[in-house]
């Protein structure tokens, strides 16, 4: 069955260090997706891609890249953690051709920056 | 700005009826989407409207009227398993989702 993971699922790290969080998607979706989720806000959308070697910024992406060599990754990069990106960030991908194009999400990763 | 308003928190009892409402202001619409999301796990789909009107899928109904700028998320016969949040989304004029805080439903026996 064709699936999203993340990894890893949980990280502590320290303020200051880059940090790599990657997606793998099974799906061979074109559409790829990075949110920070946060108690209050709604899902906040990081970067997106709608394809290999297509990336845009999002609402909230000072602080973050990310990077789509292939089809089924798009790993995001912490340049310099920061206290105030610690947070649950979930990765998604939808096909983008269809006619409900609903995103389909993958576990989660907890990170906390110390 | 845009903007999704859904309620923070709302109770119900097991095998009742329960309406959650979500009103919207955005930059376009391409499409409202409700999503269900128990707690530690990832949102799941649940429901799609791009018409005004009702969409029913089982337990489940979903409602739109664009002039209104309204939706709302119906569940009926309530399980203790559907204790979760509830996420509604509105795909904007750059389809791209925005997303609600969330109505965390609460499950009484």
């Known amino acids: 069955d064709a699936e999203i993971t993340q990894s890893p699922r949980h990280k502590i790290t320290e303020t200051g260090r880059q940090v790599t969080l990657a997606c793998h998607q099974t799906w061979n979706h074109n559409n790829m997706f990075w949110y920070r989720q946060d108690l209050g806000h709604g899902l906040r959308l990081i970067h997106y891609s709608y394809g290999v070697h297509d990336t845009n910024k999002g609402e909230v992406s000072d602080g973050y890249s990310v990077s789509r060599s292939n089809t089924e990754d798009l790993p995001l990069t912490l340049e310099s953690a920061a206290s105030s990106q610690t947070s649950v960030y979930f990765c998604a991908s939808s096909d983008g051709s269809g006619e409900v194009n609903e995103q389909f999400f993958g576990p989660g990763t907890r990170l906390t920056v110390l | 700005g845009q903007n999704i308003d859904q309620p923070t928190e709302m109770t119900a009892t097991e095998g009742a009826i329960v309406q959650i409402n979500c009103t919207y202001q955005?930059?376009?619409?391409?499409?409202l989407f409700w999503y269900q999301q128990h707690a530690g796990e990832a949102p799941t789909f649940l429901s799609y409207n791009v018409l005004d009107g009702l969409e029913e899928k089982g337990r489940f109904s979903s409602f739109l009227s664009r002039s209104k700028g309204y939706s709302y998320l119906l569940l009926k016969e309530l399980q203790m398993k559907d204790s979760a949040s509830y996420l509604c989304?509105?795909?904007?004029?750059?389809?791209?989702?925005?997303w609600g805080a969330g109505t965390k439903l609460i499950i009484k026996p």
């Open positions: 989304a509105v795909m904007d004029s750059n389809y791209q989702l925005i």
């Open positions: 955005t930059s376009g619409f391409n499409g």
